[in-house]
Nanobody, 126 residues
Framework: QVRLVESGGGLVQAGGSLRLSCAASGRIFHNDAMSWFRQAPGQEREFVAGVSRTGTNTAYSDFVKGRFTISRDKGKNALYLQMNNLKPEDTAVYYC???????????????????WGQGTQVTVSS
């Protein structure tokens, strides 16, 4: 059974940092693009950052550029998101997503991903 399990969320003050992790199991994810999305209450799920199946290419939403860094460890079947200089508007549930692809760029739309984790809450206080 394919599973994605996020961890590392929590409560942090504005300006602080968190590192999210996503552990993938059930199969090998070497041919998958993997991404982070987030969803705030009453909002649609939005793309945060993604890394291509080879790890060569990354993509970020404008609102996190320069603050968040995505990385993956294929040996551990894991995905990470280092979040620095957090802002109250970063408060949301953060989801890990994976999708096997033939091309080497991470998609930015939630509908393009088949596999999802259950999410981890990130709360940033002002």
């Amino acid at each position: 059974q394919v599973r994605l399990v996020e961890s590392g969320g929590g409560l942090v003050q504005a300006g602080g940092s968190l590192r999210l992790s996503c552990a993938a199991s059930g199969r090998i994810f070497h041919n998958d693009a993997m991404s982070w999305f987030r969803q705030a209450p009453g909002q649609e799920r939005e793309f945060v950052a993604g890394v291509s199946r080879t790890g060569t290419n990354t993509a970020y939403s404008d609102f996190v550029k320069g603050r968040f860094t995505i990385s993956r460890d294929k040996g551990k079947n894991a995905l990470y998101l280092q979040m620095n200089n957090l802002k109250p508007e970063d408060t949301a549930v953060y989801y890990c997503a994976a999708q096997p692809l033939d091309w080497d760029m991470p998609p930015r739309y939630a509908g393009q991903y088949t596999y999802w984790g259950q999410g981890t809450q990130v709360t940033v206080s002002s």
